[in-house]
């Protein structure tokens, strides 16, 4: 059993996996470019189908030019919070990828699984480098589509925002009896061996 941050794991893990969080209480500091691309050179060395390498990542350091753009495609809830964050980065993965001896690309069945891995790996380095890092649904894929530019050929995953940790008096009370590092569904309920158990 492993314990850290408040959570318990039912088996040994790293206590890294127990320490990534996603909390919105941000401090609104300044973050450097080589910072960020350190979260994205994580990133990177996911695993991903044939190494097809489908991720993609646009991000606007706040204070920059580009800061209220990704800002603006936020939800309104999301920006409530998000506002504080020292980085905003959006998730695109490539749908079709060039097969091995292929002469033309084909769609990519696997590109939302392998960008979801990169995103995780993005989260667990910015946890380790002690910024945290918040996934969101919660924007307008359209909008950003047309606001980055983003080919069709591209999908439109998700956003994410880093920051410092700050205090969630900062949050309206109703985000502060949230900000806390959640449980997880029990173990046997996600895992089965031989048949799946509905
Ligand atoms: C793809 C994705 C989308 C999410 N969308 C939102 C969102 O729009 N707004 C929000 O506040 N949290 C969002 N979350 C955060 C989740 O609610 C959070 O990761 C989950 O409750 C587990 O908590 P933890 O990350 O603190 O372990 C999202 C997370 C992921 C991975």
Do not use: C
């Not at 939800?75 to 998000?82: I, Q």
């Amino acid at each position: 059993m492993s314990q850290s941050n408040f959570r318990v794991a039912e088996f040994p893990v790293d206590p890294q996996f127990l320490n990534r969080w996603s909390p919105r209480a941000y401090t609104g500091a300044d973050i450097s470019e080589e910072t960020v691309l350190s979260f994205i050179e994580a990133a990177r060395w996911a695993p991903s189908s044939y190494n097809a390498q489908p991720w993609r990542f646009v991000f606007a350091r706040r204070g920059t030019p580009h800061w209220d753009a990704l800002l603006g495609l936020l939800n309104e809830f999301n920006r409530s919070w998000a506002q504080n964050a020292s980085v905003l980065i959006i998730v695109l993965s490539k749908k079709t990828f060039l097969p091995p001896g292929a002469a033309a690309e084909v769609a990519a069945p696997t590109h939302s699984f392998d960008a979801g891995a990169a995103w995780a790996y993005l989260a667990l380095q910015a946890s380790l480098s002690g910024w945290h890092a918040h996934g969101m649904a919660g924007f307008d894929k359209e909008l950003t589509r047309s606001v980055l530019g983003v080919p069709e050929n591209y999908a439109i995953e998700a956003a994410v925002a880093v920051g410092k940790i700050g205090d969630k008096s900062i949050l309206p009370e109703g985000l502060q009896a949230k900000e806390a590092p959640s449980p997880r569904e029990a173990l046997v309920k996600l895992a089965f061996e031989g048949k799946f158990k509905g």
